[in-house]
């Protein structure tokens, strides 16, 4: 069983920003591996251990973004694919599900995996994009995930708002990953040090037959337009005195200002 893992590179969210003039300013030497990526490597890497595979993600982004890649080998994956693209501003999820789409046609795999959306722009749509692509069938924002060797199943848990939903799925298939499903392991030091050994193959995108001239602006179909700090909220009001008048009072502000009675 061979998982491909779609992973991403993001800003650390912990890392100071700052908007001036509808620019995003961040401290771009502080990227890390995107949280509900994470996941979806840590639950491929649960399932090769109950029934025997690999594990290979492909990363789409900068050269810098290897970094990324070995930060999932230290976790245990078996091996990356770095398909360079040194902007990836203007992609959105539709140019990002080209991308892997081109690869994956050329590639062989029994399940891909991604993450829910990504961590930067809360973005969740390339999965969906990609499963289309390829024609796989797909099942999205897991929380679990099992397999039978037997009968080359994949059963998929999501959670509903009143309960859990599973899916059956044969591969080759798709399914997008929640941050809910696991708790991604810390690298070992000896994970670190394999790492380093793993072989990443690296890809232009016109070695997948894509011109990188004109996939942003022919691909791409949403452009962010500025940004713009959140609104502050107005404070509240607090109100004292005798129990009952506070009662008439407040649903006179719950009816009159607030427009909720």
């Known amino acids: 069983m061979k998982f491909s893992v779609c992973i991403k590179q993001v800003p650390d969210v912990s890392a100071p920003i700052s908007i001036k003039d509808g620019t995003l300013t961040q401290d771009s030497d502080r990227m890390v591996l995107d949280a509900y990526s994470a996941s979806a490597v840590e639950e491929a890497l649960v399932l090769i251990d109950k029934h025997g595979g ?40 539709g140019a990002y599900a080209e991308i892997l789409a081109a690869w994956h046609k050329k590639s062989d795999y029994d399940i891909i995996l991604t993450g829910k959306q990504s961590q930067d722009t809360d973005a969740g749509l390339t999965g969906g994009m990609l499963a289309w692509k390829l024609e796989l ?3 999205a924002n897991a929380v679990g995930l099992t397999y039978d060797n037997e009968g080359g199943k994949l059963t998929v848990t999501r959670q509903g708002d009143s309960g859990q939903e599973m899916i059956e799925l044969t591969s080759p298939c798709l399914v997008t990953c929640s941050n809910d499903m696991n708790e991604p392991r810390i690298p070992s030091l000896k994970g670190i040090m394999q790492s380093k050994r793993k072989k990443v193959e690296t890809l232009q995108l016109g070695d997948l037959g894509l011109d990188p001239d004109t996939l942003s602006s022919k691909t791409s179909k949403t ?39």
């Open 137 to 139: 069938p797909y099942a």
């Open 54 to 93: 690999e594990v290979q993600v492909v990363l789409v982004g900068p050269e810098k973004a290897k970094e990324t890649i070995r930060k999932a080998l230290a976790m245990g994956a078996a091996s990356g694919v770095h398909i360079v693209v040194d902007d990836v501003s203007g992609l959105d999820s």
């Open 223 to 261: 452009k962010g337009q500025g940004y713009k700090e959140v609104p502050g909220r107005e404070p509240g009001k607090k109100l004292e005195g005798d129990p009952e008048e506070l009662v008439t009072e407040l649903v006179g502000l719950l009816e009159n200002e607030a427009k909720v009675l």
